[in-house]
């Protein structure tokens, strides 16, 4: 059987990824489709702007040619949510083994999750989504992580937790792939909220009802969607949307927390970098409208980021709607 693992995408997580499966025991090649990106990882061995201090061991290879993942294992993409459809494409003529998504996001234009974008490029493979509490800034440094691998195939998503689980990389499999993705993309959303509540100056209180109710928020429409609501109780939901919310790390939080202290919106873009809850939060207001689900938090953070909104508004928005009961959380 083979050893080979490929990881496409050479950020942060993509390296974490990397060196994870290196100590495995993989033959791993990182691939990027930009020279300029290789040329300087090969002579660093490092990502000092995303993975500061940890070092890609010389045996993993760094290179543009894609050939390379021909006869893998595994292949993962660890690509933004938007270069994720023409990472796919790119492979359907290769034996490239179990196709692994970890991006989270939902595809722009389409609303698609993203894992049936990958389908729909290669319909005939095992697709798994890798998703949870995992900042690549930990998980390289090997610090205790637990995450979970969903699949349509259990027997695909087995494959990638045997492959993959370590004393410091604990998977769990879920069929679930629709809460699990639908986790994934929501909390980047809820994230942003948590950062500009940050921004704001609020206390721990609010903070507190932002991650719970935000956490309603995500069930509702996953379930809308086709989802198992016990699925957003799990790493996916709870345990993604408390680190995001709450870690320095979580590019979403800070971008969010730049905006709420007054920063512009295209400012913050600049100064972050990749934002996936800028995307995502717009497709999330119109998946609310098609499923007639009610996302309050959502639609907020939609009108600061997109219709100038100002922030310090939206908290005042919110608490002012109507009272409602809590017996159901998850549709109420």
């Known amino acids: 059987m083979s050893n080979k693992l490929t990881v496409l995408g050479s950020g942060g997580w993509g390296i974490a990824l990397a060196v994870h499966a290196r100590s495995k025991g993989f033959k791993v090649t990182l691939w990027?489709?930009?020279?300029?990106?290789?040329?300087?990882?090969?002579?660093?061995?490092?990502?000092?702007?995303?993975?500061?201090?940890?070092k890609i061991p010389e045996d993993i290879d760094i290179t543009t040619d894609l050939n390379v993942v021909e006869g893998s294992k595994i292949?993962?993409?660890?690509?933004?949510?938007?270069?994720?459809?023409?990472?796919?494409?790119?492979?359907?003529d290769f034996d490239?083994?179990?196709?692994?998504?970890?991006?989270?996001?939902?595809?722009?234009?389409?609303?698609?999750?993203?894992?049936?974008?990958?389908?729909?490029?290669l319909p005939q493979k095992d697709i798994v989504i890798l998703s949870g509490p995992s900042h690549a800034e930990e998980v390289a440094r090997g610090v205790a992580t637990t995450?979970?691998?969903?699949?349509?195939?259990?027997?695909?998503?087995?494959?990638?937790?045997?492959?993959?689980?370590?004393?410091?990389?604990?998977?769990?499999?879920?069929?679930?792939?629709?809460?699990?993705?639908?986790?994934?993309?929501?909390?980047?959303?809820?994230?942003?909220?948590?950062?500009?509540?940050n921004g704001l100056g609020v206390g721990d209180n609010t903070r507190a009802a932002l991650i719970t109710r935000g956490l309603a928020e995500i069930a509702r429409l996953g379930t809308a969607m086709g989802a198992d609501t016990s699925t957003f109780m799990g790493l996916s939901g709870l345990g993604d949307l408390i680190v995001t919310c709450m870690s320095q790390h979580s590019r979403n939080n800070r971008f969010g927390n730049l905006?709420?202290?007054?920063?512009?919106?295209?400012?913050?873009?600049?100064?972050?970098?990749?934002?996936?809850?800028?995307?995502?939060?717009?497709?999330?207001?119109?998946?609310?409208e098609d499923y007639m689900v009610d996302m309050p938090m959502t639609a907020q953070c939609y009108n600061i980021l997109y219709k100038n909104s100002p922030a310090s508004e939206a908290i005042k928005n919110l608490m002012n709607r109507p009272g409602k009961q809590e017996e159901e959380p998850w549709i109420g």
Do not use: H, W
């Open 32 to 54: 990027s489709p930009f020279e300029a990106e290789v040329s300087a990882l090969n002579a660093t061995r490092e990502s000092e702007k995303l993975l500061k201090g940890v």
């Open 75 to 92: 292949t993962i993409i660890a690509t933004p949510s938007f270069a994720v459809r023409e990472t796919a494409a790119r492979l359907k």
């Open 96 to 121: 490239c083994g179990i196709v692994v998504n970890v991006a989270k996001g939902f595809e722009k234009g389409t609303q698609k999750l993203l894992s049936d974008v990958i389908t729909e490029e």
């Open 147 to 197: 995450v979970v691998a969903a699949s349509e195939s259990l027997d695909a998503a087995k494959t990638v937790q045997q492959a993959l689980i370590g004393p410091t990389f604990r998977i769990y499999t879920n069929r679930d792939i629709i809460g699990v993705e639908v986790g994934g993309a929501l909390k980047n959303v809820i994230a942003v909220c948590a950062g500009i509540a």
């Open 259 to 288: 905006v709420g202290s007054g920063m512009s919106v295209d400012e913050a873009l600049k100064t972050v970098g990749t934002v996936e809850g800028y995307y995502a939060v717009e497709i999330a207001v119109r998946l609310a």
